[in-house]
Every structure is written in C-alpha cells, then in structure tokens.
C-alpha cells in the first residue's frame, strides 16, 4: 500500500468539483452498545448504527454560489489522489467564510453523512 501526498486530493459535490480547496477532514463512528449479561467473565459488545461527517476547507472566490449549497443532499467525493476517493452522501449543513485584512478570503463547508450503507473507498 502507497502513501499518498495532499497535493493531488480533491473534492466533489455529485459531479461538480469544489475549486480551490486546501484541504478537507473526514470522521466516520460507529454506536456500541454493551451485550454482556450475568454469568460471562468478559464484556461484550454489538456494533449499532453509523454515522459520519466531512468537513472541506479552501479559498473563498466571488463567483461561487456558496448559499446554494447549503442543505444540499449529494454525493460528497473526498480525493485522496487523482483516482481514489472516499464517497458518502451527505448533507452540506453549513458554510462558513471570513476574510481579514492581511490575508485571502477562506471559506469553509461542513457535511453531514445521510445515509446508512453508502460509505465507499474507491
């Protein structure tokens, strides 16, 4: 297995890609919930429902239509190089942007996973 650098990842909305992104987080979990009963010397467990959040970071431009993603249900494709990617369907819950006086404007999106088996690594 090759590592890879962030210099070549990327980042889609369904099939429309997010320009000048600087980087982008990924957290996926997974409920556990205790089985363990009387008698048993050890605990044990089961696995329960999972869940996921991304969140993208770039430089903000003045002809993005940030606004109308908000609350857009899409596939988010989150490139670790040119050709693998993780996928999940998500919800764009929020965008946030700044600028200050000695810097480029930045913006930033955070995404909420919205379905229950749709986690992919291609």
């Not at 959040?53 to 431009?61: M, T």
């Not at 942007?97 to 909420?112: A, H, L, P, Q």
Request: glycine share 10%; net charge negative.
């Amino acid at each position: 297995m090759a590592v890879f650098h962030g210099k070549a990842a990327k980042v889609t909305i369904g099939e429309t890609p997010l320009g000048m992104v600087t980087g982008w987080n990924m957290q996926l979990s997974a409920d556990v919930a205790e089985s363990s009963y009387m008698g048993l010397s050890w605990k044990t467990f089961e696995v329960g429902q999972e869940d996921g959040s991304a969140s993208v970071s770039g430089n903000a431009a003045t002809e993005r239509g940030t606004i109308a993603q908000l609350g857009v249900s899409a596939a988010l494709k989150l490139y670790v190089d040119a050709t693998h990617y993780f996928s999940l369907t998500s919800i764009c819950t929020g965008v946030s942007e700044s600028v200050s006086k000695d810097d480029i404007g930045k913006i930033s999106y955070t995404f909420k996973r919205n379905q229950s088996t749709d986690i992919v690594y291609a």
